[in-house]
């Protein structure tokens, strides 16, 4: 049977995510693309390592980091009174960490591509920095926007190594569809875990044809 | 102060060291080649640059001032810039890339603007499907639709084809009397400068080195450098023999020979100097009847090159008294004809006194 609840939970996380990454992304994509400092190439690497890094060693790391012990999650539970571990604020901040590199580096690329002199152009024009991002560079980079959104979005769906070392399994709080399917197939309920994969493949072939498509339409 | 007036100072990056002024309706060209902040100083003037040290006012309207500690943003000041490859907006069509430039006060029309600049019937286009020519225009034309009190044109030629370029430029000439601002140019082309150009501002290195009429610093270049960056053909070493300012005489020797200059300014006897003279006030002989002048500064040798573009001979001489050094002498080309001048030919000239201009002397500097 579909597993509704972790369906909805998987939505919920990754609809979370994709929109808060728009905005923290756009920020960042657009310091990194125009500013040059020191280190420059450290702050891109570590932002991308969760593309290489196992997410069973971020999870742990995660884990370790949200716990109690830590000054942050000590820090976190003095303020809100409750943990991170095995809880949805902790799997949300998780995967936003897990997910940053793939909603940032496509519009990384987008907004390094809009050459520095139609911003300029923009400016001689009298468009001041809000109406050249809003009339300029919003509508050249919107492909690389909107693949990174897809792309957050589609990865959070389908993450499980974070997921599960930061957030457990707790049906109706941490469990996505992902380790819904691992706890159909370990309790040997392969009808369950057969619809709930399809579901998944489905998602994610059309949110990756898509991305393909707004990438052949902007090219 | 009506114009333009800048100075500008830069020690730390990319260097500057030059100031100038340019009236309403007149043209300055920044000459030099490339890299040698031509492009910085028009970004200066849009506010796209921020120099260590310096001023540009506009009109009674200071932009940038270090002293005051002034500095009016790109957006306020109302420079129309002309970008070397254009930067139009390449989402936006014809139209809406020059709308984009309207003021609210503006009261010229994007219709208005486009005949302006000779493009009409375009206006729902993106750019990328326009010649380079046309784009050219649109960046004209956006440039000019915030009512600029400035025009600054990055070497707008650059990237057109020659037939295109030579059109444009005299549609620019027509352009440019109608307008009422200052206008300053970028280019590397000589050609292009004396064309359009009231004045000109020679740059190397960030430094500006003389600022003249095209006439001026092509014929009186303010030292070797100068007249080598302005690409002058006749550019020799010299020493000076005698001088006397009564009389407005120089007596100088130059490869086995000694000719006669004006006086000019005072150099040390004995003294090295650089000499040029324009081409064209090289005089030839006649072979038969010579004419009284052939006493002036004769000269004699053989033609090693003849090469004519459009009505001009430009004949290259080698000189008897020194082979090695090539003298040219620009004709009109029936008078080349009319002489049946020839490579391998032996002719006699003159280098007429008044036209020979002596500069100090810099190395590397003979030809």
């Keep these: 049977m579909m597993d509704w609840s972790a369906f909805f939970l998987s939505l919920r996380l990754a609809t979370l995510v994709m929109i808060i990454l728009l905005f923290s992304g756009l920020l960042i994509a657009r310091f990194l693309a125009w500013r040059q400092f020191r280190g420059k190439e450290l ?20 884990l370790i980091f949200f716990g109690s012990n830590s000054w942050f999650g000590h820090l976190y ?10 809880t949805f604020s902790g799997l949300l901040l998780a995967s936003l960490i897990y997910s940053l590199p793939f909603a940032v ?47 957050a979005f589609a990865h959070t769906l389908g993450e499980f190594g974070v997921v599960l070392m930061v957030g457990g399994n707790i049906p109706g709080e941490t469990q996505t569809l992902s380790i819904a399917i691992f706890d159909r197939v370990q309790t040997f309920d392969d009808q369950s875990a057969h619809i709930m994969s399809m579901v998944l493949l489905i998602f994610a072939f059309v949110t990756i044809s898509l991305v393909f498509l707004l990438n052949r339409r902007s090219a | 102060m009506k114009g333009l007036s800048l100075q ?61 500690k002034v500095f009016v943003s790109p957006q306020q000041r109302h420079a129309g810039l002309v970008f070397q490859n254009y930067a139009l907006f390449p989402h936006l069509n014809v139209r809406q890339n020059i709308e984009i430039a309207f003021t609210a006060q503006s009261k010229t029309s994007v219709t208005e603007l486009l005949s302006l600049v000779n493009l009409r019937g375009l206006e729902e286009r993106l750019p990328s499907t326009l010649s380079g020519g046309q784009q050219q225009r649109v960046a004209l034309a956006r440039a000019l639709a915030r009512e600029p009190r400035v025009l600054l044109l990055d070497e707008p030629f650059s990237a057109v084809d020659q037939v295109t370029r030579r059109k444009l430029r005299l549609e620019l000439l027509e352009l440019i009397r109608k307008l009422e601002i200052p206008i300053i140019l970028v280019t590397h082309d000589l050609d292009e400068a004396a064309m359009l150009a009231d004045q000109i501002c020679v740059i ?22 100068v007249a080598r960056l302005m690409d002058v053909r006749n550019l020799f070493e010299g020493v000076v023999i005698e001088q006397n300012e009564q009389n407005d005489h120089s007596l100088i020797a130059w490869g086995g020979i000694e000719f006669e200059a004006p006086f000019q300014r005072p150099f040390p006897r004995g003294a090295k100097l650089n000499w040029s003279i324009p081409a064209d006030r090289v005089l030839l002989h006649r072979r038969v009847n010579p004419s009284r002048g052939v006493r002036e500064n004769p000269v004699s040798g053989q033609i090693v090159e003849l090469v004519t573009i459009s009505g001009i ?5 080698s000189l008897d008294s020194s082979p090695e ?6 004709l009109p080309s029936h008078v080349a ?3 049946s001048l020839a490579v391998g030919e032996r002719i006699s000239m003159s280098l007429l006194k008044n036209a020979i201009h002596l500069m100090d002397h810099s190395h590397s500097s003979s030809r």
């Design chain 2, 337 to 339: 004809e009319r002489n």
């Design chain 1, 43 to 62: 702050v891109e690497a570590l932002l991308a390592l969760p593309l290489v890094l196992p997410p069973t060693v971020l999870g742990f790391y995660l």
């Design chain 1, 105 to 151: 580096q496509p519009m990384l690329r987008a907004f390094e591509s809009i050459p520095k002199n139609l911003r300029e152009a923009a400016w001689c024009s009298g468009l001041n920095r809000w109406q050249t991002f809003l009339k300029i560079e919003l509508p050249l980079a919107w492909p690389g926007i909107l693949s990174g959104m897809v792309l």
């Design chain 2, 8 to 68: 500008l100072k830069n020690m730390s990056g990319i260097p500057l060291d030059l100031e100038f002024t340019c009236a309403p309706g007149k043209v300055l060209a920044l000459v030099g080649p490339s890299g040698s902040g031509k492009t910085t100083v028009l970004r200066c003037i849009a506010g796209l640059f921020r120099t260590d040290e310096g001023f540009i006012y506009c009109d009674d309207w200071t932009w940038f001032d270090t002293d005051q």
């Design chain 2, 313 to 317: 001979t430009n004949v290259i001489v």
């Design chain 2, 325 to 330: 050094t090539r003298l040219h002498m620009d």
């Design chain 1, 77 to 86: 539970q003095e303020i809100t009174g409750h943990s991170l571990i095995f």
């Design chain 2, 204 to 225: 190397h290195n960030g430094t500006g080195l003389q600022i003249g009429t095209p006439e001026d610093v092509l014929r009186t270049p303010s030292s070797a450098l």
